[in-house]
């Protein structure tokens, strides 16, 4: 036995060349990062998101690599499509969204809203995943979830339970699949910068709460969250299943 560790296999640049990643949320944020970023690694990558010009402007960057299916998450015709795949290596569940609410005024429309769309849409993209990874013995599914899976939050006690339910269901499928050589983990980002966030910190009391919460003292940025990604598609996380990533600055560590 050689106890000679292999620095070249751990330094090595990640090529995901011939692999087949779906990525669902692709079209903005932090799905269409991840998109972009196992695309340039060499993936082929399809794109999921509802609107197809949003998928246009992705797959432009990487004509050759990117593929763009314009399906909604909450319409079972998406499932179909990913179990007809005949190769499915890398999949990123993105796809997801938030209400900021008392819990007081959570209505039941939002209830099903963002449970159907943060938790059961990530389940049925990981079912169907799954299925089509089990016919070559291997995979690597990648849930988008959040800090607010692993803490609490005022106003959010829905988006908690959704990415809680994320967190629960990753440790659950990481076990499950593992004999099969399937990994499932997650990545729980803290705030990132976005156009979509930005106008949520032009209020100065929301930016100094959340500023103070994050040890680091800044927001992530997407690049953070896709360079998450991009190594637990990798097989330098060979031994990563069933577990968080989290991209917090120290949030969750206080």
Not at 149 to 154: D, K, L, N, S
């Amino acid at each position: 036995m050689n106890d000679e560790v292999d620095a070249k296999r751990v330094t090595a640049k990640i090529d995901l060349s011939g692999k087949v990643a779906l990525v669902t949320g692709a079209g903005k944020g932090l799905g269409r990062a991840a998109a972009l970023t196992l695309a340039e690694a060499g993936a082929h990558v399809i794109g999921v998101a509802r609107t197809l010009a949003d998928l246009e402007s992705l797959k432009a960057h990487h004509p050759e690599r990117i593929d763009a299916w314009a399906e909604d998450v909450l319409e079972e015709a998406l499932y179909g499509r990913i179990e007809a795949l005949g190769r499915l290596d890398i999949a990123v569940t993105s796809a997801g969204g938030n209400k900021p609410e008392p819990l007081t005024e959570i209505t039941t429309e939002t209830i099903d809203w963002m449970m159907g769309l943060n938790l059961k849409a990530v389940f049925r993209t990981c079912q169907s995943a799954a299925r089509v990874m089990l016919r070559h013995g291997s995979g690597s599914i990648i849930n988008i979830s959040s800090q607010m899976g692993h803490v609490g939050a005022p106003n959010r006690s829905l988006y908690c339970a959704t990415k809680h339910g994320v967190e629960g269901l990753t440790k659950a499928m990481g076990v499950e699949l593992a004999p099969d050589g399937i990994r499932v983990n997650s990545v729980a980002a803290t705030f990132v910068d976005t156009p979509m966030t930005r106008p949520m910190f032009e209020n100065t009391e929301f930016r100094d709460t959340v500023l103070g919460n994050i040890a680091s003292g800044h927001l992530a940025s997407i690049e953070d969250v896709a360079a998450a990604v991009l190594h637990l598609a990798s097989p330098g996380a060979a031994m990563m299943t069933g577990t968080s990533l989290r991209v917090d600055g120290g949030w969750t560590a206080w």
